[in-house]
């Protein structure tokens, strides 16, 4: 079946470091791509999402681009500050049609931002 | 629009009480969803309800959980009776899926943290 897998936190980083986290996803057929972030108290909220392969998402100066060749959907941003201190999530679709109950989440990436 | 909303944002209660946690999904959407989330075992969905039907319970864990959306702005959990291990943060979350390709963004409450003493 479908699956993600995340790079394992948490991740500690300077304001103004660059930050990747790393997702890698096993899937049959072409599923869209998710990146979704959790603030500390809050639900989920979409960061951003690629429908097809090669497509970049992007969001608040992250970005994440559908890599089809390596199976790959890595979050970056040039630039972190205090307020990107959240938890990560990449997810994948199901097939069309099938909507989000077909989401499949993958573990969470703590990010924490130091001044 | 005010989002997703649940209540009550903390449940403390005792092993073997009756917890009854609510929801309110977007006005519009079609699709609501429970989700539980821990440290071991991360985010799960538990059921997924489309048009107020239960389409896919096969994520509760057992017989002691229950949800019913008897109509398109309102859902329970239910659990009876409770046990320390289901201790954990219960998200609601909803989305408007379309028959012709779906939109998987969901829209996620801000969470209910039950603790079962």
Known sequence: GNSVTQMEGPVTLSEEAFLTINCTYTATGYPSLFWYVQYPGEGLQLLLKATKADDKGSNKGFEATYRKETTSFHLEKGSVQVSDSAVYFCALSGLPGQGAQKLVFGQGTRLTINP | ?117
């Open chain 2, 1 to 117: 629009d005010a989002g997703v909303i649940q209540s009550p944002r903390h449940e403390v209660t005792e092993m073997g009480q009756e917890v009854t946690l609510r929801c309110k999904p977007i006005s519009g959407h079609n699709s609501l969803f429970w989700y539980r989330q821990t440290m071991m075992r991360g985010l799960e969905l538990l059921i997924y309800f489309n048009n107020n039907v239960p389409i896919d319970d096969s994520g509760m864990p057992e017989d002691r959980f229950s949800a019913k959306m008897p109509n398109a702005s309102f859902s329970t959990l239910k659990i009876q009776p409770s046990e320390p291990r289901d201790s954990a943060v219960y998200f609601c979350a909803s989305s408007l899926t379309l028959r012709d390709g779906g939109d998987e963004k969901l829209f996620f409450g801000s969470g209910t943290q039950l603790s079962v003493l």
